[in-house]
C-alpha cells in the first residue's frame, strides 16, 4: 500500500511571494476515495500543483512524503534499500514524482495535432517506466549507461529515438483491457489528442490516462466541471473503477458536491483560505451540500 503523507505545507506563489497554502495536512492511501473540496480560491488546485510540483510555486515549509511497500516496487529490479521505500517528494522533479506513482491529469489537456490518443499513451507509459528505470537502479549503472547514450543518440543520422520499453503490439493489448475496465469505446483511441473531444470525452481520457500509467495515488482536479449527467455517471464510474481494479487512490478535487453522488468518497477534507480545517466522511459532503461553506466558516472560526 502506498500513502501520500502532506504535512504542514506552506507555499507561495514563487514570481510574488503571495502567501497561498497555510498549511495543508491530507494523508491518502492507495484504494481509497478522498474528496477535497472547498470554495473558489481556498487552494485546492494549488495543491495539486505543489503535489506535482509545478514550478510556479514555492514551498516555504511542511512535508510531502509518499510512503510505498514492497508490493508497490514489485516490479523493481535491484537490491531496494531503506531510502527506497520513502520519498521526500518536495526534493524530486516533476517527471521523477510521477515515475514514483503520482498522476496529475491537466485541468484542460493540450490539444495536439497528428497525435493519436494510442501513440501519445504508450509515449506517456514508456517515459514513466524509463524514469522510473532510472530513479531506481545504481549510481554506477546510470554512469555506464549516460555513456553508452552519449555515444550514441546525438548523432542525425540514427532515425528516431529508442522506441521505448512497450512496443506497439504490447501497447494494443495494455489499452485493450484499459478501455473495457472503463467500458470506452475502442475508436476513441484512434482519434487524435483531444482534438474535437467534447469536454465530457477530455474528462474521460484522463481517467484512460490514469488507468494506462496505474499510479498509486491519482489527483483528479475538478474532473467534473462541465459534465452532463451521463458523462458524470461515466468518469464517476471509472474512478471507481481506478481504485477497485487497480487499488489506485484517489484525491478527488471539486467545488461541488454533485459528482459525489456517483462516487462515494472514503474520506473528505475541506479547505478553507489555504488550509485544511475539517475532515471526514461522506455525511460531511452531504453536510456541505445542504449547508453551504459558510457554515464551514462559522464552526471552524467560532471554536478557534
Ligand atoms: P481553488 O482551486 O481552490 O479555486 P487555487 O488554488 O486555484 O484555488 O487558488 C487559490 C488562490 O491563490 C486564489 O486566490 C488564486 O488567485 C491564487 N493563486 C493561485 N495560483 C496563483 C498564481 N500562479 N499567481 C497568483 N495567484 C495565484
Ligand atoms: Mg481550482
Do not use: C
Not at 488507468?211 to 464510474?237: C, F, K, M, T, Y
Amino acid at each position: 500500500m502506498a500513502t501520500l503523507e502532506i504535512n504542514n505545507l506552506h507555499a507561495e506563489v514563487a514570481e510574488n511571494g503571495e502567501r497561498i497554502l497555510r498549511g495543508v495536512d491530507l494523508e491518502v492511501n492507495s484504494g481509497e476515495i478522498h474528496a477535497l473540496m472547498g470554495p473558489n480560491g481556498s487552494g485546492k488546485s494549488t495543491t495539486a500543483k505543489v503535489i506535482a510540483g509545478h514550478p510556479a510555486y514555492e514551498v516555504t515549509d511542511g512535508e510531502i512524503t509518499l510512503h510505498l511497500d514492497d508490493e508497490d516496487l514489485a516490479d523493481v529490479d535491484e537490491e531496494l534499500e531503506e531510502e527506497h521505500y520513502h520519498w521526500d517528494l518536495l526534493d524530486l522533479e516533476p517527471n521523477e514524482r510521477a515515475a514514483l506513482g503520482i498522476f496529475l491529469a491537466f485541468q484542460y489537456p493540450a490539444e495536439i495535432e497528428g497525435v493519436t490518443m494510442t501513440n501519445f499513451l504508450r509515449q506517456a507509459l514508456n517515459a514513466k517506466l524509463e524514469e522510473r528505470e532510472e530513479l531506481f537502479e545504481d549510481e554506477d549503472e546510470a554512469e555506464a549507461e549516460k555513456e553508452e547514450d552519449e555515444g550514441y543518440e546525438t548523432s542525425p543520422m540514427e532515425g528516431p529515438a529508442d522506441d521505448g520499453e512497450i512496443g506497439v503490439a504490447e501497447f494494443q493489448q495494455i489499452l485493450s483491457e484499459k478501455m473495457e475496465l472503463l467500458d470506452m469505446d475502442e475508436s476513441f483511441a484512434q482519434r487524435y489528442l483531444n482534438a474535437g473531444f467534447s469536454g465530457g470525452e477530455k474528462k474521460q481520457n484522463e481517467v484512460l490516462q490514469a488507468a494506462i500509467l496505474e499510479p498509486s495515488i491519482a489527483v483528479l482536479d475538478e474532473i467534473d466541471s462541465g459534465l452532463d449527467i451521463d458523462r458524470l455517471n461515466d468518469v464517476a464510474q471509472g474512478i471507481e473503477r481506478l481504485r477497485d481494479e487497480q487499488g489506485t487512490g484517489v484525491l478527488q478535487i471539486t467545488h461541488y458536491q454533485r459528482i459525489l453522488d456517483y462516487v462515494e468518497p472514503d474520506r473528505v477534507h475541506v479547505m478553507l483560505d489555504g488550509e485544511v480545517v475539517m475532515d471526514g466522511d461522506a455525511e460531511l459532503a452531504e453536510k456541505l451540500e445542504e449547508k453551504g461553506y459558510d457554515w464551514v466558516r462559522e464552526q471552524v472560526y467560532e471554536t478557534a
